[in-house]
């Protein structure tokens, strides 16, 4: 229902929320939200990428992301698959380092 009301070409992905500066993503040029919807009840960040894929292997559940990246060490280089503007595109992405969270 959230790809259909945010006009996405796709039923399942991984919207990027947040991309840290200088980070892989930011360096990649992958784009993240720039607005909040309110949907079913809740804010939700819309208008940034879309993740679809890394190196062909789809992100349908909300755990396939953080565990095809985790298939990789630092250094590696993936295929990022995402969605942006409606359009499919392909983008390589370095991987870096997880930063600590605490």
């Known amino acids: 229902q959230l790809a259909e009301r945010l006009?996405?070409?796709v039923d399942s992905g991984a919207l990027i929320a947040k991309?840290?500066?200088d980070g892989p993503a930011d360096q990649?040029?992958?784009q993240d939200s720039d607005q909040q919807i309110h949907f079913q009840g809740q804010q939700v960040d819309a208008g940034g990428d879309v993740i679809t894929a890394i190196d062909g292997d789809k992100v349908i559940n909300e755990t396939d992301l953080p565990q095809l990246i985790a298939s990789h060490d630092p250094g590696d280089t993936v295929k990022v698959e995402i969605i942006r503007d409606g359009k499919t595109q392909t983008v390589d992405v370095k991987l870096g380092e997880r930063p600590d969270s605490g």
Do not use: M
Request: proline letters at 22%; hydrophobic letters at 55%.
């Open 7 to 9: 006009n996405l070409p």
């Open 19 to 21: 991309v840290i500066p």
């Open 28 to 30: 990649a040029g992958l």
